[in-house]
């Protein structure tokens, strides 16, 4: 299962991303725009495609009874998993009705 320790990490480096790109909204700290669409385009795009694909991965594998740390080192998983909650309450806040309120 080498391929869900590629993914594990593939997945927190979108992440990471992902938190760089939600840091660009707050502040503008990046002077280079081609730099800053990659760092958008890499955290928003990959980050919601990849974090979910990985934590259903780790589900799949809880479900069939292997055990993940086995496979994948457990700072990683928890990483994964945080993220993961920080995208979905990210998801969930800009879909707040009172959020686009004046």
């Known amino acids: 299962m ?3 320790l590629f993914l594990s990490r593939l997945a927190f480096i979108c992440g990471l991303f992902f938190l760089a790109s939600v840091s660009l909204l707050i502040n503008d700290w990046v002077k280079d ?5 990659t760092i958008i385009t890499t955290g928003y795009t990959m980050g919601m495609i ?10 799949f594998v809880l479900i069939i009874r292997r055990k993940l ?8 998983v928890l990483a994964n998993l945080l993220l993961f909650l920080f995208l979905i309450f990210f998801i ?4 707040d009705p009172y959020y686009h309120q004046k």
């Open 33 to 37: 725009p081609t730099l800053e669409s």
């Open 69 to 76: 740390k086995v496979y994948v080192p457990l700072w990683l």
């Open 92 to 95: 969930f806040y800009l879909n």
């Open 2 to 4: 080498r391929w869900l």
């Open 50 to 59: 990849i974090l979910p694909a990985t934590n259903l991965c780790y589900l």
